[in-house]
């Protein structure tokens, strides 16, 4: 092989090694890109979620708010002996009866909210009402009883007279095209009539979804200007019913297209991209209603606002990243050209144009750094600045001239400093390491999350490490709040759980407290505890599905009682476990009827196989319930809890738990701590 073919081929095969490297590095700006496009993708549907479970949470509340004051009307015995025609061999008897239950049924549609005021009610009596809401006393027929002024006219098949229970309908559109929500609850004095089919009459109540009603979408601080949330009914394919106003066209109450919403109707809870109605490319997410509806709640905001921070961000890196690659790559060849060149007379003209071109480079990267919104600085492991752009000179309040060669922890406090030199030796090491800097600037605390990259092999006292900060201060307070926000929703969601059993008030709040104790005493770390205090907080959670009359009950269940309360812990589970909490929440109320020696339930998990949370809200659980004093019993005390917690340890119980607990009793002062438990809790306090 001639002398010129292998210098062909040495060419060809540097050029070829170029290119590769080339394709790799552009590969690798892309896949950084891609992943940082995720992240925000992911912040957003945390949003989203955050939003749509606030609002479903009000939707219930409204829903079954209403729902309960129709079924204490119809548990009333006034009500009961009318429509059971206790009266019917007294006519005048009966026609005052009437006139007590019109009067009882017009002070109750006032009060309850099933009354609109309108200009008439200002007026002459003997003005007709609009027929927009009301109560009324129904034949299982459709035939009134008894109605208030403005109770709507309902004729059969716009309401489910066929009910076997209490429940919540769709009923006729008004004039307005205002669709009518219709709550209703069966008047029996025989529990078993429902069952046997035989007529009942109804308490029926009627209002407008409307008002009130619609203030429970509307998200207190949402700053999104294409945010959107509508309630709508599943129909077949990508068809929705949607039961309140849209921003963008279509009648309330009538079928339509609308991917977004079908799929979250389809899909509670997941979270996905489509056209919504309008034909809109939209983030959306649904969430079901905890009330008797088949509804759902579908949360909603536009993919262009959404995606154009996403996208910006993201095209703004490739194009940035893609240049500088683009540059070195010019360099690297204009570098291996300067090799390769037969003409050694010329070295000393391709030397100084080398050093020009890379003085250029130094410019174009410095022009570059300069216009992130990081500061970048390459430090040896004495912390002296080898290179800086203008955002660390703004950070530490000196111009990036005056960085060059000075040391960098003069410009810190001694902590800070401290902190930073031990991981600029690691980084040198030929390790990447990171932690956040909190600095004071001009009274103002700032946060930076801090990065520390190798750059050169250890002991070469050049530039080893890189510097790169990112001020996250509005991200930390946004998580800040995002936090808070999320602890006072599960504070709501266990004092409206533990409204419902007045007899038991504050077992929620006495569970988490105990059940944090007892992870703090074996030795978690605060997220942790923080984690098991939160599940003992949503413990009664399943509650929610479990009749008041069960709960409030003074004497023994029975065994269908006892069943429906004990499967309402599992019950809760499902309700939480598409929640992103720090710990595994879910997991551990799943798991806390699970027994230490496999007898539990529900897949008769044993030992270390049960989360350590369950077994700590177990013990937690069983112990607050038998030293709290209840309206049919006191508490046992608690010297007795604890010999029976003991009797079951290794059985139901893990030992070390109950040691644990009965260690705070009796060392650490639990005792005084939880004593105010015994007293009994009244109703309304």
Do not use: C
Not at 465 to 470: D, E, G, P, T
Not at 531 to 545: P, S, T, W
Not at 581 to 610: C, H, Y
């Amino acid at each position: 092989m001639s002398g010129e073919e292998g210098n062909n081929k040495s060419i060809f095969v540097t050029g070829a090694v170029i290119v590769i490297v080339a394709a790799l590095g552009f590969l690798g700006i892309l896949k950084f890109a891609s992943s940082e496009a995720d992240q925000n993708m992911a912040r957003w549907q945390d949003r989203l979620n955050l939003v749509a479970d606030s609002r479903a949470t009000e939707v219930s509340v409204w829903l079954n708010r209403y729902l309960a004051n129709v079924e204490k009307l119809a548990g009333d015995a006034t009500i009961q002996l009318y429509a059971g025609g206790g009266m019917d061999d007294m006519p005048e008897a009966a026609e005052g009866q009437r006139g007590y239950v019109f009067a009882l049924l017009s002070a109750a549609a006032e009060r309850d909210g099933f009354h609109e005021k309108t200009a008439i009610d200002q007026l002459a009596a003997n003005i007709k009402r609009p027929q927009r809401a009301g109560l009324a006393i129904l034949r299982s027929d459709g035939s009134p009883m008894v109605a208030t002024s403005g109770m709507p006219l309902l004729r059969p098949g716009e309401w489910p007279s066929d009910a076997r229970g209490s429940f919540i309908a769709v009923g006729p559109q008004l004039e307005d095209k205002t669709p009518l929500v219709i709550f209703g609850a069966p008047i029996v004095a025989d529990e078993g009539m429902l069952g046997r089919g035989e007529g009942v009459n109804w308490v029926i109540g009627a209002r407008p979804l409307d008002g009130d009603f619609l203030k429970t979408l509307e998200q207190p601080g949402a700053a999104s200007k294409s945010g959107q949330t509508y309630i709508v009914v599943r129909g077949e394919g990508s068809l929705v019913t949607p039961l309140t106003p849209l921003v963008e066209g279509g009648r309330i109450g009538e079928a339509r297209q609308d991917e977004a919403a079908a799929f979250a109707a389809a899909t509670p809870g997941a979270f996905a991209i489509h056209d919504n109605y309008a034909g809109t490319n939209v983030l959306v997410t649904g969430r079901e209603l905890a009330a008797p509806v088949p509804w759902v709640l579908v949360r909603t905001i536009a993919a262009d606002e959404a995606l154009a921070e996403i996208n910006a961000r993201r095209n703004s890196m490739i194009i940035t990243l893609s240049m500088a690659a683009l540059f070195v790559l010019a360099a690297l060849v204009l570098v291996w050209r300067h090799g390769v060149s037969r003409r050694l007379e010329a070295s000393y003209r391709e030397q100084a144009s080398l050093s020009k071109q890379n003085e250029s480079l130094s410019k174009f990267l410095q022009s570059v750094s300069d216009s992130q919104p990081t500061a970048i600085a390459a430090l040896d492991d004495d912390l002296k600045v080898r290179f800086a752009n203008k955002k660390l000179g703004e950070v530490i309040n000196l111009p990036v001239d005056a960085l060059n060669d000075r040391r960098l922890d003069t410009a810190f406090p001694n902590e800070v400093a401290d902190k930073l030199r031990t991981k600029v030796r690691e980084a040198a090491a030929g390790s990447a390491n990171e932690l956040r800097l909190r600095l004071d600037q001009d009274g103002d605390e700032r946060i930076y999350q801090t990065q520390l990259l190798p750059l050169n092999a250890a002991g070469d006292r050049n530039a080893n490490a890189l510097l790169v900060m990112q001020d996250i201060s509005s991200l930390v307070a946004a998580q800040e709040r995002s936090e808070s926000l999320f602890k006072q929703l599960v504070s709501t969601l266990t004092q409206i759980i533990d409204a419902r059993d007045p007899w038991s008030k504050h077992h929620s709040v006495r569970v988490a407290d105990v059940a944090g104790a007892i992870a703090l005493e074996m030795g978690w770390d605060a997220d942790s505890a923080e984690a098991v205090r939160i599940a003992g907080q949503l413990v009664n959670l399943g509650k929610i599905f479990v009749p008041t009359e069960i709960l409030t009950k003074q004497g023994a269940l029975s065994d269908d009682e006892f069943a429906l309360v004990r499967d309402s812990m599992q019950k809760g589970a499902s309700l939480v476990a598409g929640l992103d909490f720090k710990g595994p929440v879910a997991a551990t109320l799943a798991q806390m009827r699970e027994n230490w020696d496999g007898s539990g339930e529900p897949d008769g998990r044993k030992g270390d196989e049960i989360e350590p949370g369950a077994r700590i809200l177990s013990v937690a659980n069983a112990f607050v319930g038998m030293v709290s004093a209840r309206a049919h019993r006191s508490g046992l005390g608690f010297d007795k809890a604890l010999d029976i917690l003991n009797g079951d340890a290794g059985k139901k119980y893990e030992r070390r738990t109950v040691a644990a607990l009965q260690n705070i009793l009796e060392n650490k002062g639990g005792r005084e701590r939880w004593a105010a438990y015994a007293e009994l809790v009244k109703e309304g306090s």
